[in-house]
């Protein structure tokens, strides 16, 4: 007689087997889910520090007291250090930072030699042309920076940190729609002298020259559509973090993605997923957090948080 598998027989076997193999299947997605956190959690750890570097890099060369919380969605803007409810938008305006390192201008006022009387003040070792040099390499254009009204001069006030004494907030940079009483439009010569249209009222031996504001926001806070957005050629959605820069609000611009009047400048994404921007005036401290979250297949998100202070 032949011998062979009776049913019962035939039923364990596929019944073993499907158990293998449901093991094995589950075995396999765990380490396949164990891969997908592990390279989520470096990559978001690697883009949040980067993009913290990358902001705390411009934001270390501001100009003092220049920064505030902007909401977009009714217009309502106030200085970082006295904001009464948190604004979405973080704005500041920059200095000429690389135009100082290269010593196109020294940032100093000879106050004895400075007149009144013809609204000069002398800076000595410095040079408008170069100031103008640097500054058409750094945002690509062949415009005169002075003629054209793209940079301006502020004192640091009596304790470097840009208070003037009289002043509203308000009126001080030309934030939407503010007055620019401490944010001055100069000619700055080659050899040094700076002209005014009208002398301050107040003069201090130190000084910055401020290029271009910018502004750090969530796709989710911003106007994705603005042109400026989508011609990046990127994916942008709302949990990016963009970055928007090469605009004057002494001239009455705002960044290219808001939607208040007379948009301007550029755009540059700093990182994907993140679900949460913060900004902070501790002391005259800066300290930045970002968020971020990624939705990983068969698991819970992998969240990453990180915070940075910049002086």
């Not at 004895?112 to 390499?137: F, H, M, Y």
Request: aromatic fraction near 10%; glycine fraction near 8%; hydrophobic fraction near 45%.
């Amino acid at each position: 007689m032949r011998r062979a598998f009776t049913l019962i027989e035939i039923i364990v076997v596929i019944s073993i087997s499907g158990i293998l193999a449901l093991g094995a299947f589950k075995a396999l997605n765990a380490l396949f889910v164990r891969s997908a956190k592990a390279r989520a959690v470096t990559e978001l750890s690697l883009n949040t520090q980067s993009a913290l570097d990358q902001l705390s890099t411009i934001l270390y060369a501001r100009v003092p007291g220049s920064v505030i919380g902007y909401d977009p969605a009714d217009g309502s803007y106030a200085s970082l250090e006295n904001l009464a409810s948190p604004k979405p938008v973080l704005e500041w305006i920059g200095s000429a930072q690389e135009s100082l390192k290269r010593r196109d201008f020294s940032g100093f006022v000879d106050m004895n030699a400075s007149d009144p009387a013809a609204n000069v003040i002398v800076s000595p070792e410095s040079d408008g042309t170069k100031v103008n040099a640097t500054l058409r390499q750094k945002f690509g254009t062949t415009a005169d920076f002075f003629a054209n009204d793209l940079v301006r001069l502020v004192f640091a006030g009596s304790y470097d940190t840009g208070a003037i004494e009289g002043a509203s907030f308000n009126a001080l940079f030309g934030w939407h729609g503010g007055g620019t009483e401490r944010i001055y439009a100069i000619l700055m010569n080659g050899d040094g002298n700076v002209s005014f249209s009208a002398y301050p009222p107040y003069i201090y031996e130190k000084y910055y020259l401020a290029d271009t504001a910018y502004a750090v926001a969530r796709g989710a806070d911003v106007n994705l559509s603005a042109a400026c957005v989508t011609s990046l050629g990127i994916p942008v959605s709302a949990s990016s973090l963009l970055l928007f820069y090469d605009y004057r609000p002494w001239k009455g611009e705002t960044f290219c993605a808001d939607s208040g009047a007379a948009p301007s400048g550029k755009v540059t994404l700093l990182a994907d997923d993140v679900s949460g921007f913060r900004a902070q005036s501790v002391n005259g401290m800066i300290r930045l957090g970002i968020d971020s979250v990624r939705k990983i297949r068969g698991s819970t998100p992998v969240r990453i948080s990180k915070q940075k202070a910049v002086f």
